[in-house]
């Protein structure tokens, strides 16, 4: 395996990740909240009086925050490997082991595992060995 430096962006890297850390700390702090997107929007599809706030304000600013990166530096192409039928059933299957596993990546792996949650730490190792094992069948047995 080798780094393609031209592409290596450990300052950018490094920012996204303190800010997403930041922003979940305080979602927790000041709402007493897990900031797992899943979760966020699952509350909007079925609003409760008052909650849907602060639910709406954190997908408004997950929705921003690239568009105002892109004012101040250029956003990577976008180039997608992948057929249609791919992207749906990948989609499907993010969706369904959300629902099975409680929460998704953010609730888990950054939320859960923060707070040593034994739970996410189960949750968090088997979306990232799906996660390996369908690139590898994806890439190397399939094609």
Do not use: K
């Not at 909240?33 to 304000?57: E, F, K, M, T, Y």
């Not at 929705?63 to 004012?71: D, F, I, K, S, Y």
């Not at 997608?80 to 969706?95: K, P, Y």
Request: charged residues 10%.
């Amino acid at each position: 395996m080798t780094i393609d430096w031209l592409h290596f962006t450990p300052w950018s890297s490094l920012a996204g990740g303190v800010l997403i850390g930041l922003a979940a700390a305080l979602l927790l702090f000041f709402n007493g909240r897990i900031a797992g997107i899943s979760g966020i929007l699952g509350g909007l599809l079925q609003p409760v009086r008052g909650d849907a706030g602060w639910r709406v304000a954190f997908v408004l600013g997950l929705v921003a925050a690239p568009l105002v990166w892109g004012l101040f530096a250029a956003l990577p192409a976008v180039r997608i490997e992948a057929s249609h039928i791919t992207l749906i059933v990948a989609g499907l299957l993010v969706g369904l082991g959300t629902r099975y596993g409680s929460g998704c990546t953010s609730g888990h792996g950054v939320c859960g595992l923060a707070r040593l949650s034994p739970r996410s730490m189960v949750a968090t190792a088997a979306f990232m060995l799906a996660g390996f094992a369908c690139v590898y069948i994806v890439r190397h047995v399939l094609v």
